[in-house]
Every structure is written in C-alpha cells, then in structure tokens.
C-alpha cells in the first residue's frame, strides 16, 4: 500500500533530509522507525532534500506499507517510535503511482528574519536577526521580477551539480508577522541547491544599501552568482507546504 505522509522537523541536529553513513538524518530516524513497526526496511521518499540546519512545517513523505496497514492511523504508531523533533502529523492511503518528490507541482518555503540591534534569546536557531536600519520596503519592491519562468544561475551554490538552472517561481513575498518579525515566504515548481537562502542573503544586502549590490532584475538577468549576495544561515529556513 502506498503511503503519503506529512511531516515536521526541527532540522537543527540533523545533517539534513538525506541519509550520509555516520550522521544523523531526517530520513533515516523514520525509516529506522518503520523497520520497528513492520520489521522490514521500507525506504522514504521525500518532496525535496531540505539542508542540514533547515526546518519543515509540512515536508512530505511516500513509502510502501505493509496492505494490512491502517493508513489514516499509522501516523500514531509512527510517532511512537520518532525522536522528539520529528513528528508525523498526518498518513493516508495514496494512489500506487504516487511519488512524494516526482508527483510534487509547488513547493513552498518561508524564511523567518527579524529586526534587533541584538539577538533575542528566544528566537536563536529559528530567526535571522537583521539590523534594524534596513529597508525592509526596498526588499520587497525587488522582489516581483523573480516571479515567473527563470534561468536562477545567480541563486545557486556553486556545489551544485545541476545543469539546468530554469525554474518557475509561483509567488515571492514578505509577510509582516509583527511590528518587527517578517517572512520571506517563496514558491515554486522546484528549488536549486541553496536557492531561497541565497534570494534571503541578496535581499538583505540589497535593503541594507550595501556598496556594489545590484538591483535584484541587474542580479537575476546576470546569471553570475558572484553578483548575488551571501547566502543566509539555514535555520530560519522552513519548508512550509507540498501541492500535488
């Protein structure tokens, strides 16, 4: 039976989704804990590889489960045997040919930034602080030309082993959370390795007046990652929602 679940993490102790041999992942606690309940190896695909230090509200996940499985249970079970920063917030049945990572049409991410001359306690290893002189409104006046099909060369690590830099972005924004407290939130048909983080690092550059910083169109059009900015820390980074 194929399974679809929905899942959250706090990706702050993990090397990341992917399995790597001697650390610790996302992927491998919840294939160790299906091997428990079913005392089988079943292997987890997931939507996209969220990076080491990154976060989900609503990763998605596909395996095959046993047929006697109650899948709209499972769910329980499975956290029973998860360690605390991960849990699984919902299962149910998927059609045989589901793939959590092909089936996937958006992926939606959010990036959590506030404004401080000092790092609030309660916010370290969840929020970027950011001086609180930048001009949150120049980040936002950058960010609709990125909106639409692109070739995103300057917004990718140079780790990457990809050759097709085009990607279509659905919707880029700044939500306001409160008087100090905002979100990048981006989505998009698929993301290139570090994507987000470096759009974040850019805008921050670009609403902080930087010397030698492009306009966010100058950045885009260049497909030179040297002409974008640093790429911001991963733990503010959440991966919020799949649409399939």
Request: hydrophobic share 35%; proline share 3%.
């Amino acid at each position: 039976m194929k399974i679809k679940a929905t899942i959250s993490y706090d990706g702050t102790s993990f090397c990341g989704w992917q399995k790597q041999p001697g650390k610790r992942s996302v992927q491998k606690e919840i294939e160790n804990a299906l091997l428990v309940l079913f005392d089988q190896k079943i292997e987890v695909n997931a939507s996209g590889r969220t990076d080491a230090g990154v976060h989900a509200l609503g990763q998605v996940i596909s395996f095959d489960a046993p047929d006697q499985v109650s899948p709209n249970n499972l769910y329980r079970n499975l956290n029973a045997h998860l360690p605390e920063d991960i849990r699984v917030l919902k299962t149910e049945k998927a059609d045989d040919d589901f793939d959590a990572r092909f089936s996937a049409k958006t992926k939606t991410y959010v990036y959590k930034f506030y404004l401080s001359r000092y790092e609030h306690p309660l916010k370290r290893g969840r929020e970027w602080r950011i001086n609180d002189n930048i001009n949150v409104d120049l980040m936002i006046k950058n960010l609709p030309c990125l909106v639409g099909e692109h070739d995103f060369s300057s917004f990718v690590s140079k780790k990457s082993g990809k050759t097709n830099f085009v990607r279509k972005v659905t919707s880029a924004k700044i939500n306001k959370i409160s008087d100090f407290e905002y979100e990048l939130e981006i989505s998009a048909n698929g993301f290139l390795y570090n994507m987000v983080r470096i759009i974040m690092g850019t805008l921050v550059d670009i609403g902080a007046g930087r010397g030698g910083v492009s306009k966010m169109q100058e950045i885009l059009e260049a497909k030179n990652r040297a002409r974008a900015g640093k790429t911001a820390p991963p733990y503010a980074l959440y991966l919020k929602s799949v649409v399939y």
